[in-house]
């Protein structure tokens, strides 16, 4: 069993009004230090699969379905998690 | 100056709908081995202040406005990013 934890932000090209507006919030509350704020999805993922698999498998998910390829990026970890057998 | 990458997620007993529609969709494109999914936010946030007040402005930018305690329970990282000079 392994936990993929999966960073999507968006291209550096592309406009983040999103976090546009964050970065405004943070200078209205005082938080002047703060020069840029991105703003992205995070997802984590518990996957059950043969270890040979499990890249290729978080590709694929990336590729197919969390991942908006025109406009955004991802990067990955993979970490072991041991079943806990009730 | 300071790069922060500031992981959000829901607490593990807040129930989680928009990870359990992603989990619902991986299957039906064929991922049967996810077990499940966590959906959260992703901050990256530039960050000009003293080294030593770094890591007391993200606990007060993660307390006051990114995120919700309520629900949500937050992770960050901080790595140094050299200032390119034009």
Redesign the interface.
């Known amino acids: ?1 392994y936990l993929i ?1 999966v ?3 968006y291209k550096e090209s592309i406009l983040d009004p999103q976090g546009q507006s ?1 970065c405004n ?2 200078h209205q ?1 005082g ?1 002047e ?17 043969a270890a040979s ?1 499990v890249d290729e ?1 978080v590709r ?2 990336c590729t ?3 991942v908006n390829h025109t406009m955004e990026t991802y990067t990955y970890e993979i970490s072991g998690i041991s079943e806990v057998l009730a």
Do not use: H, I, S
């Open positions: 069993m934890k960073k999507v932000t964050v919030a943070c509350l938080f230090g703060v020069r840029d704020v991105r703003v992205g999805k995070y997802f984590e993922v518990t996957l059950d699969v698999e498998t694929a998910l197919e379905l969390l």
